[in-house]
């Protein structure tokens, strides 16, 4: 497997643009999770689903930020309009019902400018 | 929300020696934990975890200790090499499933 996979690894985008993240989660899970992670606040959870379904949104910090999970195989987290704060790297994290650990993604790096 | 805080944000070790990170929760309810390895520009992975009912746990040089009268969980690194340097987090698990992590403890390591 090859493991969780999030695209694109970095993304640059100017102040008021939409971005768009992406991830594959691992094939037979069925739990996804959207993390951010900053030096000043560490990973926080943002959102996560179950079975393609958003459980708890509670850590989305804003109505700019929105999560979608079409398939079982892929998510994105979208954030509109983009504002200098949002700079973080965003990984996503998938789990299977039994196994308590989260595998990570490689994250992507957002620099709003 | 629950708190899981580290000791120290960053530790030094010569190699070859011990090494041992700490980590405080405060969920006295949380049943399992887990400790990542971050290494720069990676996602936080997976080292070795232990559920609530188990004091100790070992893997390949590393050894979790969970001592829940004074919520306290420790990751000791046996003849820490240069490859462990990277970031170490513990993360806890509550009653509704959700993980939450600390802050991170940074390992560097001395050749």
């Known amino acids: 497997d090859a493991g969780v996979i999030q695209s694109p690894r970095h993304e640059v985008t100017e102040m008021g643009q939409e971005v768009t993240l992406r991830c594959k989660p691992i094939s037979g899970h069925d739990y996804l999770f959207w993390y951010r992670q900053t030096m000043m606040r560490g990973l926080e959870l943002l959102i996560y689903f179950n ?3 958003p459980i708890d949104d509670s850590g989305m910090p804003e109505d700019r930020f929105s999560a979608k999970m079409p398939n079982a195989s892929f998510s994105t987290l979208k954030i509109q309009p983009s504002e200098p704060r949002d700079s973080a790297v965003y ?3 998938s789990s299977s019902t039994g196994y308590y650990g989260y595998t990570f993604g490689s994250g992507t790096r957002l620099t709003v400018v | 929300g629950e708190s899981v805080g580290l000791h120290l944000p960053t530790l030094s070790v010569q190699e070859g020696d011990n090494s041992i990170i700490n980590c405080a929760y405060s969920n006295s309810a949380s049943d399992y934990f887990i400790w ?8 936080p992975q997976f080292i070795i975890d232990i559920r609530s009912n188990m004091d100790k746990r070992q893997g390949q040089r ?4 969970l001592n829940k009268t004074v919520k306290h969980l420790s990751l000791q690194i046996a003849a820490t090499q240069p490859g462990d340097s990277a970031v170490y987090f513990c993360a806890e698990r509550d009653g509704a499933n959700n993980l939450f992590f600390g802050t991170g403890t940074r390992l560097t390591v001395i050749p």
């Open chain 1, 51 to 53: 079975n393609n379904v």
């Open chain 1, 91 to 93: 990984f996503c994290a």
């Open chain 2, 36 to 43: 990542y390895k971050q290494e720069s520009g990676k996602g």
């Open chain 2, 62 to 65: 590393v050894t979790v200790l």
